[in-house]
């Protein structure tokens, strides 16, 4: 698995409220499309991110558990919205609210999935964020990665029904 082995910098990328970056994966969530903005804000060219893995742009903050959930999300059939911090190829980081679906075959079978991603709000970012951050301490409490992502994951459902909805309420109650 290819994963972006940049040192993590404090340096944030922004890129324009009216830009979307798309991108396209097989069933495995290698990269088949990315557009122009997904390169740019990734610094890395087309030739460089299609046949990856998209965790190429994993940021390592990003907690386990909504990656989780996503993909348990998607593979069902369903859409789901996150917020996603990710890294470029140089180790900057950006934030997005990211909306992905299944894609479909002509035959009506999930054949891959489809991901459109716009600049969050700050506030937004500044409300998840800290749910982020207990997440990830909750994971760095066990050696065994398994363990430490099923402990995420079920803080991350807490979190959820402690604010008396479900996961896609409790993303649309941040700041957006």
């Excluded at 994966?25 to 088949?32: A, F, Q």
């Excluded at 934030?95 to 489809?114: F, K, M, N, R």
């Excluded at 065994?144 to 803080?155: G, R, T």
């Amino acid at each position: 698995m290819a994963i972006n082995r940049a040192v993590p910098t404090n340096e944030e990328i922004l890129f324009g409220q009216d830009e979307i970056i798309v991108s396209k994966t097989d069933l495995k969530g290698r990269i088949i499309y990315a557009n122009e903005v997904f390169c740019r804000v990734a610094e890395m060219t087309t030739r460089e991110v299609i046949g990856q893995p998209h965790n190429i742009i994993r940021h390592p903050d990003m907690p386990r558990a909504v990656f989780k959930l996503l993909w348990d999300t998607i593979s069902k059939g369903e859409e789901i919205f996150a917020y996603v911090k990710n890294m470029s190829k140089t180790g900057k980081y950006y934030w997005v609210i990211a909306h992905v679906t299944p894609s479909y075959s002509q035959l009506g079978e999930i054949d891959g999935y489809h991901s459109n991603r716009r600049l969050p709000s700050k506030s937004g970012v500044n409300d998840i964020a800290p749910a982020y951050d207990q997440l990830l301490a909750e994971e760095r409490k066990h050696s065994n990665p398994k363990e430490a992502l099923a402990a995420s994951y079920a803080l991350l459902h807490e979190m959820v029904e402690k604010n008396g909805t479900d996961y896609a309420e409790f993303i649309w109650s941040t700041g957006e």
